[in-house]
Structure formats: structure tokens, C-alpha cells
DNA sequence: GAGAAGTTGTTACGGCCGTAACAATACTCA
DNA sequence: TGAGTATTGTTACGGCCGTAACAACTTCTC
């Protein structure tokens, strides 16, 4: 494979390939008629890839090695800021389906990093809630990933990045009604 | 989705469930010591809660009901885009493992939507090409996926439209080295 | 040339997630 | 009260994805 003793203008210098083939995706799709978007389909694009980088750093750097997933560890930081919490109220603040979080807990229940308990006023309900190893685990990697999430964002200034956190809630709060 | 009679300063409107969430947990963060910082966390969540539901969205109105999935399509738009593709170049721009597109390949192959050719010249390789039915549907798809992006951004302005997706842009572009 | 090293695609395995179906329990309202 | 309805949690199944291991093949190096 030649890589690239080529002429270029020095744009694409260390451009990753994601980002270039979107640049090219973005070029074809101007270039067709009217169903095509290329504006909409560069800001899904980035939108969904900028998501799907973060999840997989996160995962991979902070979670894994610590026996963690990034979903189980974001159902734990929920616990540890609700206290005990029922599984159909995790789905519901999670827009997850309920057997996600089934799923999820009995990951977790396994590891000893969270517990069932019953509800005595409702025979159908469980709670869920960390035990004490699980707590200090959520404690110890919210540090890192909080970390490594204000490494992804340096490169944006403070007005940049409340600029972009207001986007991304002016979008979700006007979400599709029909979901 | 026109006029907004919602200027009311009111509290915990129409916010649905994720969204009190994420401004509860804000302002719990911002009442903890250094390690914690709310707007960090603000910025993760809502980036990552958007993708979330954008993901979903569009894989249950658009994708499932034709018999496919948002990866699945998205691997075959490329194709698309590019052409017959080997699977570790598709890997490469995708920012997935090898195996992930292995697998993609698999499911759409079973629906006679994309196939196998053989490289001459390396007999390892392998190339993924669309079939005349894929190219039909990545087609229409992708008309349908354009419409309903388009509905999930008419909140913002082609101006803040266009400031998304260059902040996006920027963090994807400086993302951590040592991915 | 021949062996070492690298590349490509695949498989196995485990975790995540959704839908659909189900049992157990709670609620509604004649 | 009691039948019908709704809610809660779970399981089964299939698709997605990563890591690790592997076979087949290519390329490098001597």
C-alpha cells in the first residue's frame, strides 16, 4: 500500500478516515437532486460518529478494565444519585426498554455491584440499588471518565461548549412527538 | 410543531423523563467537589442521549420496518457512495472492528442485498458489492432517512445547523490521540 | 528460495439492546 | 365482589459490537 508521498494541498494531513469519508459522502451528496441533504446528513453523520467514538473510548479506556460496561456504569451513576430506584423508572429516564434494564442489573447483580430488593407495598416491584463495593466502583470511575470527557472537549472554549450543550437540548426537548 | 404557546417560565412542562433526569443530575453534580463537573457531564449526556434516540428513531421507523438495520444501511450507503469495498477498508472508515463488518456483511447477504466477490490479485481479499435489490433499497431508505433527519433538526436554524455540525466537526477532528 | 512477519477475513464468545410473549400482581368499575 | 384490564418484571430470540484466536495468504528479509 502506497500510503501517501503525494502533492496533496496539505488539508488531509492527518484527516482520520472517517472524516474523510465523509467529506467525500458530503461532496457527492450536493452534487444530487433534492431528496439528498447533504447539510442533514452531515450533522446526523458527525452527530451519531462524534457518539460512537466517545461510547467506545469510554468503554474500552475507563469501564472494561474495570469490569464495567459504560451501560452498566451509567445505570449505577443513576442509582448513586437517585438512591433506590425501581427498574420501569431506570427504563423510563433511560428511554430504554425495560428489559434492558433487566438485563443490565443482572449483569451487575452478578458482579455484586448492585441488589434486588422487593417492595412490600407492591408484590409485582423490585428496587434496585448499589451495594456498598458497587458504590465505591461508581465513585472511582466517574472521576476517570469525567476525566477523560473534559479531554475530549478541550478543544472547544467554555462558550463553545455551553453553545453546544444548548443545541443538543434545544433538539432533544423538541424531539419528534412521535417517537 | 408551530407556534410555541410554551414561553411560560414553568417548570417540567412537556420535559420528558431524560430530561429531568439530566437537569437533576446537573445540579447535583455542581454541588460536589472538583473531580465532578456538571457542565462536562452535560455535554456527554446530551450528546450521547441525542444519538441515543436518533439511533433508535430511525431504526424502528425507517430501517426494521424494510427489513433492515441502521448499521446494516449504513454500511450498505457506502457501498453505495464508493463501490465494491473490501471489508477492512469499510472497517477503517467506519471506526469498527473487522469482525462488526463480518458480521453486518453476513445478515445482509442471507437477504440478498449485497455479495462476495473475490480479488484476483490477493487471495485473501474479498470484495462487498451491493446486488441490484440493494441498490434498490439503500435507495429508498435512504429518501426516507433524509425526510426524517431533516424533521428532527427543523428546530434549529440553517445557521445552528451549520454550528453543530462544525463544533462536531471540530471535537472529531481533535479527538484524543491515543484512541 | 525459505522462513519470519504482517495482513485479511472468519469464528467463538460474551455483553448490549429491542420486540414479543408470559406469569404474577394490582387496579377498575360495573 | 369479581371479571376484565393494566402494570411490572422476566425470559427467549435475534441483531449488533468488541476481543481474542485462528487459518489462509502475502510480503519482507536474509
Known amino acids: 500500500m502506497n500510503s501517501e508521498p503525494d502533492t496533496r494541498p496539505d488539508l488531509a494531513m492527518d484527516v482520520p478516515p472517517d472524516l474523510r469519508y465523509a467529506a467525500y459522502?458530503?461532496?457527492?451528496?450536493?452534487?444530487?437532486?433534492?431528496?439528498?441533504?447533504?447539510?442533514?446528513?452531515?450533522?446526523a453523520y458527525h452527530l451519531l460518529q462524534l457518539a460512537y467514538l466517545l461510547v467506545t473510548d469510554l468503554e474500552t479506556r475507563i469501564h472494561r478494565p474495570r469490569g464495567l460496561t459504560l451501560p452498566g456504569f451509567r445505570l449505577m451513576f443513576k442509582l448513586w444519585l437517585l438512591g433506590p430506584t425501581q427498574p420501569v423508572r431506570l427504563a423510563e429516564i433511560s428511554a430504554m426498554s425495560r428489559s434492558a434494564v433487566t438485563n443490565a442489573v443482572n449483569t451487575l447483580e452478578r458482579g455484586g455491584l448492585v441488589e434486588r430488593r422487593p417492595v412490600p407495598e407492591d408484590?409485582?416491584?423490585?428496587?434496585?440499588?448499589?451495594?456498598?463495593?458497587?458504590?465505591?466502583?461508581v465513585r472511582d470511575a466517574f472521576a476517570e471518565q469525567t476525566r477523560r470527557e473534559r479531554e475530549w472537549f478541550t478543544c472547544l472554549g467554555p462558550a463553545e461548549r455551553e453553545q453546544m450543550t444548548a443545541l443538543l437540548s434545544r433538539i432533544l426537548r423538541a424531539r419528534p412527538a412521535d417517537l
Request: hydrophobic fraction near 55%.
Open 25 to 43: 459522502a458530503r461532496e457527492r451528496l450536493a452534487a444530487m437532486s433534492p431528496p439528498a441533504d447533504a447539510e442533514a446528513f452531515a450533522l
Open 123 to 137: 408484590g409485582r416491584a423490585v428496587v434496585v440499588a448499589l451495594t456498598t463495593e458497587g458504590e465505591a466502583a
